[in-house]
């Protein structure tokens, strides 16, 4: 081990940050020995120095001035979140030479390129195997392990926070809410937990994985993104009383010359292994022409599973820094596009609310054959007698194969039947 040391600049104190200054302060001996050189944390920035903070922590390390801590670190680790002032926080690092690792997958899913461009024009690494599914290692595993071989598809659960919700409404019959103020307190969700509800969180890590996995560059505006929030205890019920379960899907697949890349909630069967990732927890699957079918499974989310990931970089990177290796460029050679969701094939569930008499079963059908869709199990919901007015009644339509752009024109016909009330779900099935 050399006698000298290098300097850690910590952006962000919060849910992942103050666990990652614990353990740089708890293991600063094991750290060491593992670099082969001592990190010393010169800082921490955060907003508010005022704010209660962990107290294994020296309170005189907590600054505002992030600037002052960047341009002095050999390293900086960014846990703030959001796009500015990180991006131009990172960007400082970077051509100063200081080596980065951040978690921060809002900004690389939409800066990605800049980011890493700045690294490759400096010479650094720029790390961020916590962006994606939280302590699981998936972005190395597809950026190195796999470097030789050819990845067809990746298809996960990347989101702890809407994968908590969704099983807890499985699993304990919980209402959205009390689910999502959970997964808060719990310090899954993202600080708007929009971010994690309407999908983007997940898109933003589909565009990230998909990026690596096919050598090319895509922004979170590659990815179609379908959230949770129009998921209902009815649709639980339905997907329940079928052998499925309803979980946030991203897929990452080649598509002919370009890659579709899609977030959306899918009905998996209960037997499926994706059907077992309960509360925070994300799963990954790799399939490649050479390693065939690989699953990377573990915490998603979550202060300490998450620092793991990030001390995993920083040990990594500082390693290489104090034996002087050059960092590793961006592989981004393959330019692929993203294709467009419309020729996507896939099975589909259809909730809809319509008048309950004569006839409004089979002009559905109909309407279902008109375009070309076949129809692979129908079922009515026996509501009560009504007492005045006309009766009504939901039906769930299970579709074979289809395109999504068919879909989308029979359902636009069957909204607009007189007997038909509302689209109340469309779910895609995963066999
Ligand atoms: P938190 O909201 O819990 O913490 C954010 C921290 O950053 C706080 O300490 C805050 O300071 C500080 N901060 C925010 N803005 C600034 C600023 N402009 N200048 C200085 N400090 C600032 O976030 P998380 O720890 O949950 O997330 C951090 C990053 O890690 C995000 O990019 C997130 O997407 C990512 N991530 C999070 C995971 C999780 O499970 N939570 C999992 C994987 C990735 P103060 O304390 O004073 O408010
Ligand atoms: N909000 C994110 C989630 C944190 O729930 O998965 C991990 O990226």
Same mark, same amino acid.
């Given at each position: 081990m050399t006698d000298r040391s290098f300097k850690v600049a910590l952006l962000g104190a919060g849910t992942v940050g103050s666990q990652v200054a614990r353990i740089l302060t708890e293991d600063a001996e094991e750290l060491a020995s593992r670099i082969g050189s001592r990190p010393e944390l010169i800082g921490i920035a955060v907003r508010d120095t005022t704010a209660a903070r962990d107290t294994t922590v020296d309170a005189a390390l907590y600054t505002t001035d992030a600037e002052a801590l960047i341009d002095a670190a050999d390293v900086v680790i960014e846990l703030t979140g959001g796009i500015e002032p990180a991006r131009t926080r990172i960007l400082r690092a970077l051509s100063g030479g200081a080596a980065v690792v951040t978690g921060n997958k809002a900004l690389l899913a939409k800066h990605g390129t800049e980011l890493q461009r700045a690294a490759d024009a400096a010479g650094v690494q720029l790390?961020? $195997?916590?962006?994606?599914?939280?302590?699981? %290692?998936? #972005?190395? /595993?597809?950026?190195?392990? *796999? !470097?030789?071989? @050819?990845?067809?598809?990746?298809?996960?659960?990347?989101n702890g926070t809407t994968n908590f919700i969704l099983d807890a409404m499985d699993s304990t019959g919980a209402q959205f809410d009390d689910a999502l103020a959970e997964a808060q307190r719990l310090g899954y969700a993202e600080a708007d937990p929009t971010a994690d509800v309407e999908g983007h969180d997940a898109a933003a890590k589909a565009a990230i994985v998909a990026s690596l996995a096919f050598h090319s560059e895509f922004t979170i505006d590659?990815?179609?993104?379908?959230?949770?929030?129009?998921?209902?205890?009815?649709?639980?019920?339905?997907?329940?009383?079928?052998?499925?379960?309803?979980?946030?899907?991203?897929?990452?697949?080649?598509?002919? $010359?370009?890659?579709?890349?899609?977030?959306? %909630?899918? #009905?998996? /069967?209960?037997?499926?292994? *994706? !059907?077992?990732? @309960?509360?925070a927890y994300n799963a990954v699957f790799v399939e490649s022409r050479d390693a065939g079918e690989l699953m990377f499974y573990g915490p998603g989310a979550g202060g300490a599973p998450t620092a793991s990931a990030v001390m995993g970089d920083f040990v990594t990177l500082s390693r290489r820094k104090v034996l002087g290796g050059p960092a590793i460029p961006d592989q981004s050679h393959r330019n692929l596009e993203a294709t467009s969701l419309s020729r996507v094939v896939s099975r589909y569930t259809v909730g809809l609310h319509v008048k309950d008499k004569l006839g409004v079963l089979a002009r559905i059908a109909q309407v279902f054959a008109d375009h070309g869709i076949s129809i692979q199990t129908m079922h009515q919901t026996k509501h009560p007698e009504h007492e005045a007015g006309e009766p009504e009644t939901t039906i769930r339509i299970v579709t074979h194969r289809t395109t999504d752009e068919r879909l989308e024109g029979t359902l636009a016909e069957i909204s607009a039947l007189p007997t038909v009330d509302r689209v109340t779900s469309i779910i895609r099935v995963e066999n």
């Open positions: 790390s961020y $195997e916590a962006a994606v599914a939280g302590a699981i %290692p998936i #972005l190395r /595993p597809l950026r190195d392990s *796999l !470097a030789g071989d @050819r990845i067809t598809r990746v298809l996960g659960i990347m590659d990815v179609h993104c379908e959230g949770i929030r129009e998921i209902s205890a009815d649709d639980v019920a339905a997907a329940q009383a079928d052998g499925y379960v309803i979980k946030l899907l991203a897929v990452c697949e080649l598509d002919g $010359e370009g890659v579709n890349i899609r977030v959306h %909630p899918t #009905l998996i /069967p209960r037997k499926h292994p *994706l !059907a077992s990732v @309960r509360d």
